[in-house]
């Protein structure tokens, strides 16, 4: 892990975006996460400034599958979220990201789908994300966009506490 932070590239002892001494802002967010539980089930739900990660979705909620799918390919988030200006995230190569101690091998391509809409009011969303899908199947399967890469990163900690909590 990096002794750097990946909002403001400071020393994370110094920067105050990692010692929590400053409000999220729009381009200095501040990642959280809820919990709870849908049908009996545990979900977590990712939360940016208080409220939703993305104006494209009111609710960044999952559960164990999803979490486990996504933690196994926090290499390709990382990558995907942050690239530099020159970098064209639609020529992200595809990638095969298999981790033992969470059970799960998960495929990672980039997409961009014509038909991907928000959730509130169906407008069309014309940018590419991150397609994770379970192997060996496929069925089950989670869309990243940068935002969306940039919060899990910032709180995969929780996750994985969340994960040995609640998903046995």
Avoid at 4 to 15: E, I, L, P, Q, V
């Amino acid at each position: 892990m990096s002794d750097r932070c990946d909002f403001s590239g400071m020393d994370k002892r110094y920067c105050s975006h990692c010692q929590n001494k400053q409000r999220g802002t729009q381009e200095n967010p501040i990642f959280s996460v809820v919990t709870g539980y849908y049908a009996e089930n545990p979900v977590i739900e990712i939360l940016k400034n208080g409220g939703p990660v993305t104006r494209f979705d009111e609710h960044f909620k999952f559960g164990c599958v999803k979490a486990r799918m996504i933690l196994a390919c926090l290499p390709a988030l990382k990558r995907f979220g942050w690239p530099s200006w020159d970098d064209d995230r639609s020529k992200f190569g595809a990638q095969t990201f298999r981790d033992a101690s969470l059970g799960v091998t998960v495929e990672v391509s980039v997409a961009m789908n014509p038909n991907f809409r928000r959730s509130d009011t169906d407008e069309l969303i014309d940018k590419c994300w991150l397609d994770l899908r379970a192997l060996p199947s496929l069925e089950t399967h989670k869309g990243l966009g940068i935002m969306k890469c940039r919060a899990v990163w910032s709180v995969q900690d929780e996750l994985r506490a969340w994960l040995l909590r609640y998903c046995r």
